[in-house]
């Protein structure tokens, strides 16, 4: 079994097999420091984290260091949900819709005004304004929203048959993660699902630079269950060459 990141044998390890990377981040862990001392809460944090890494790159701060890269990735979420049942005619609620990096490919497919995008960064969503002008996407009408939390008051009961968050949960402690759960399944259509990746463990449960959260997935099983939520570990997920896992919520009857 792997050791987790967090420890100290697996940093002084890594260290060892990649020097030219310790510069780096160390100069990291300085600013993520920094941000968290002056953030109230997670979210807080994680938001001046993306204004930081949008300002550099937009693409890098959805975690895609190259275009080539931002493309394919998009373009593998797409191609998923669309061999396991997205339709012209669903709306469609992305969580963490970043630059669009897959949004682009649903706004595209869905029926014009179908597509919701939210994300807890005004800056990379002003990325993703640019995304859906470059794209030629306008005539689409997505919606895109910046939100302070996920209970999504905003949003109305039973309007969505499809929501989709790729690499949040990964980037998530629990009770964010539980606030989430609390509240999704009043905005799912019945019939409808909610797919999401995480970084997952086998070992014990951790986190690093409370950036990168590692979870078992009978805890997040669990933890769907106790708000009337059936979750699915997705399997065949785990052929795409994608390091997450992917998990398939829906509405318990």
């Given at each position: 079994m792997t050791?987790?990141?967090?420890?100290l044998?697996?940093?002084?390890?890594?260290?060892?097999?990649?020097?030219?990377?310790?510069?780096?981040?160390?100069?990291?862990l300085?600013?993520?420091t920094?941000l968290?001392?002056?953030s109230r809460?997670?979210?807080a944090?994680?938001?001046?984290?993306m204004?930081s890494?949008?300002a550099?790159?937009?693409?890098?701060?959805v975690?895609?260091?190259?275009?080539k890269?931002?493309l394919?990735?998009?373009?593998?979420?797409?191609d998923y949900?669309?061999e396991?049942?997205?339709k012209?005619e669903?709306?469609?609620l992305?969580?963490?819709c970043?630059?669009l990096?897959?949004g682009?490919?649903f706004i595209?497919?869905?029926?014009?005004?179908?597509?919701?995008?939210?994300?807890?960064?005004?800056?990379?969503?002003?990325?993703?304004?640019?995304?859906?002008?470059?794209?030629?996407?306008?005539?689409k009408l997505?919606?895109l929203?910046?939100?302070?939390?996920?209970?999504?008051a905003?949003?109305?009961?039973?309007?969505?048959?499809?929501?989709?968050?790729?690499?949040v949960?990964?980037?998530?402690p629990?009770e964010?993660?539980d606030?989430c759960?609390?509240?999704?399944g009043?905005?799912m259509?019945?019939?409808?699902w909610?797919?999401?990746?995480?970084?997952?463990?086998?070992g014990?449960?951790?986190?690093v630079?409370r950036?990168?959260?590692?979870?078992?997935?009978?805890?997040?099983v669990?933890?769907?269950?106790?708000?009337?939520?059936?979750a699915?570990?997705?399997?065949?997920?785990?052929r795409?060459?994608h390091k997450?896992?992917?998990?398939?919520?829906?509405?318990r009857?």
């Amino acid at each position: 079994m792997t050791r987790p990141r967090s420890s100290l044998a697996h940093q002084a390890s890594y260290a060892l097999r990649h020097p030219h990377k310790v510069i780096p981040h160390l100069r990291r862990l300085a600013r993520d420091t920094w941000l968290r001392l002056h953030s109230r809460d997670h979210i807080a944090y994680y938001r001046a984290v993306m204004r930081s890494d949008t300002a550099r790159s937009p693409e890098g701060a959805v975690g895609s260091h190259t275009h080539k890269r931002w493309l394919a990735l998009g373009q593998m979420q797409f191609d998923y949900l669309l061999e396991h049942g997205l339709k012209p005619e669903c709306r469609m609620l992305e969580i963490g819709c970043g630059n669009l990096r897959a949004g682009r490919l649903f706004i595209d497919y869905l029926h014009t005004g179908n597509y919701y995008g939210i994300d807890i960064s005004p800056d990379i969503l002003m990325a993703a304004q640019d995304t859906v002008a470059d794209h030629g996407l306008r005539d689409k009408l997505p919606h895109l929203t910046p939100v302070r939390d996920l209970r999504f008051a905003f949003l109305p009961d039973e309007h969505f048959d499809v929501v989709h968050a790729h690499s949040v949960f990964s980037h998530s402690p629990l009770e964010v993660i539980d606030e989430c759960f609390a509240h999704v399944g009043r905005i799912m259509r019945p019939g409808g699902w909610f797919d999401f990746t995480f970084d997952r463990t086998e070992g014990k449960e951790h986190q690093v630079l409370r950036e990168d959260f590692y979870y078992r997935t009978e805890t997040l099983v669990r933890l769907a269950g106790q708000y009337g939520l059936d979750a699915v570990f997705m399997d065949d997920w785990e052929r795409t060459p994608h390091k997450q896992s992917k998990i398939r919520v829906t509405r318990r009857a």
